[in-house]
């Protein structure tokens, strides 16, 4: 079992800048960033492979966001620039054993999530 823990949310003005971290317990296949806002589904944000070589975006944040890892330390990383007051959710980092990255919520292992909140 491995317990992934997210930090780095919190409150800015639309156009600046926040960057999450997930750290895992463990090692992990393919890792990804969901989000939720109020009333809303959980949506996909991005994803990456076991070594970070692959990487793949929602169309939404392709070209603000960056995701990475670091897989000496088992963390993840999402990079946030140029956001949007449609970016206001609550982030959750998902990680799967498998080496696939899937852009639905069918992983093995979620985080307790983190606010995110972009102001006008």
Excluded: H
């Amino acid at each position: 079992q491995v317990q992934l823990v997210e930090s780095g949310g919190g409150g800015v003005q639309a156009g600046g800048s926040l960057r999450l971290s997930c750290a895992a317990s463990g090692r992990t296949g393919t890792m990804g960033w969901f989000r939720q806002a109020p009333g809303k589904e959980r949506e996909f944000v991005c994803g990456i492979n076991s070594n970070g070589g692959w990487t793949y975006y929602a169309d939404s944040v392709r070209g603000r966001f960056t995701i990475s890892r670091d897989n000496a330390k088992n963390t993840m990383y999402l990079q946030m620039n140029i956001l949007k007051t449609e970016d206001t959710a609550v982030y959750y980092c998902a990680a799967r054993e498998s080496e696939v990255v899937i852009t639905y919520p069918g992983y093995d292992y979620w985080g307790q999530g983190t606010q995110v909140t972009v102001s006008s």
